[in-house]
């Protein structure tokens, strides 16, 4: 079974840093682009960064841009965003989602986490 | 960037009817489409990719169609368990957009 779980989440002043992970389990994740998705409190969703398999092509969201990192570990089958000078509007839920299919970017997403809640606010 | 458009951004409809949501970008993704149903207090979940093709374990009431700039999600016969916030993604090229979200409610 699929199963991906965010952590790292929490309360963080403006300007502070924060780094999230997502632990992947179930399927062979050095196959599988790897997405964070985020949502805030009740707004859709948007897409914030993706990273391909041998971390070869990475995209930001221009709203990220300069500020986030993402990076994999396939050894420790782990995913990561480095948040760096957070600001309000970067409060919200950071959910980790697998690609559709494997070994592209170019891919719909078929697996979700349950989130992680991140808080910008002094 | 490519900009995808929902319409409309909510509705109401009563059990059984056909409903139908589109998604419109900016410019052509040919078949580059996904729908997203996310039920209230619950993850995103994956309904249709390329357009048209129903993700294994999705309900036959769910079907989509469209390439290039216009799409459309459609249910069938809306179902209880149907209410939900509807997105469309485009997964052509980055970045991945997400449309606004469709919100469907039981009247």
């Known amino acids: 079974e699929v199963q991906l779980v965010e952590s790292g989440g929490g309360l963080v002043k403006p300007g502070g840093s924060l780094r999230l992970s997502c632990a992947a389990s179930?399927?062979?994740?050095?196959?599988?682009?790897m997405n964070w998705v985020r949502q805030a409190p009740g707004k859709g969703l948007e897409w914030v960064s993706s990273?391909?398999?041998?971390?070869?092509?990475?995209y930001y969201a221009d709203s990220v841009k300069g500020r986030f990192t993402i990076s994999r570990d396939n050894a420790k089958n782990s995913l990561y965003l480095q948040m760096n000078s957070l600001r309000a509007e970067d409060t919200a839920v950071y959910y980790c989602?697998?690609?559709?299919?494997?070994?592209?970017?170019?891919?719909?997403?078929?697996?979700w986490g349950q989130g992680t809640l991140v808080t910008v606010s002094s | 960037d490519i900009q995808m458009t929902q319409s409309p951004s909510s509705l109401s409809a009563s059990v059984g009817d056909r409903v139908t949501i589109t998604c419109r970008a900016s410019?052509?993704?040919?078949?580059?489409l996904a729908w997203y149903q996310q039920k209230p207090g619950q993850v995103p979940k994956l309904l249709i990719y390329?357009?048209?093709t129903l993700q294994s374990g999705v309900p036959s009431r769910f079907s989509g169609s469209g390439s290039g700039t216009d799409f459309t999600l459609t249910i069938s016969s809306l179902q209880p368990e149907d209410v939900a916030t509807y997105y469309c993604q485009k997964y052509n090229s980055a970045p991945w957009t997400f449309g606004q979200g469709t919100k469907v409610e039981i009247k």
């Open positions: 179930g399927f062979t994740f050095s196959t599988y682009s």
């Open positions: 390329a357009a048209s």
């Open positions: 990273i391909s398999t041998s971390s070869s092509y990475i």
């Open positions: 989602a697998r690609a559709r299919f494997p070994t592209t970017v170019t891919s719909p997403k078929d697996y």
């Open positions: 410019q052509g993704i040919s078949n580059y």
